[in-house]
């Protein structure tokens, strides 16, 4: 059984910063295409970064409305994919979701509330 789980949302000050995690299970994680996608309200989901391995290099793309600000990251031994958000603004207000892409395989997490408010 497929298993995305996000941690580290939560509620931070304008300019602060969050590290968001991703823990897979039940995939072979270093073939998949990582990404972090949010979602605001009555916004459509847009992809925020997405991170591929190929041997021992890591593809890196982000959205450019977070270029400079966040950063992500995987561990392959320990399944996990990171976000890192630092400068945070209101507008980062969303759920945060984790997806794993691999062919023609698509998984995602149940998400994580992040709340950018003073």
């Known amino acids: 059984q497929v298993q995305l789980v996000e941690s580290g949302g939560g509620l931070v000050q304008p300019g602060g910063s969050l590290r968001l995690s991703c823990a897979a299970s039940?995939?072979?994680?270093?073939?998949?295409?990582m990404a972090w996608y949010r979602q605001a309200p009555g916004k459509q989901r847009e992809v925020v970064a997405t991170i591929t391995s190929i041997g021992n290099v890591d593809y890196l793309n982000y959205a450019d409305f977070v270029k400079g600000r966040f950063t992500i990251s995987r561990d392959n031994t320990k399944n996990t994919v990171y976000l890192q958000m630092n400068s945070l603004k209101p507008e980062d207000t969303a759920v945060y979701y984790c997806q794993a892409e691999y062919q023609n395989y698509n998984h995602w997490g149940q998400g994580t509330q992040v709340t950018v408010s003073s």
């Open positions: 039940g995939i072979n994680f270093w073939l998949y295409t």
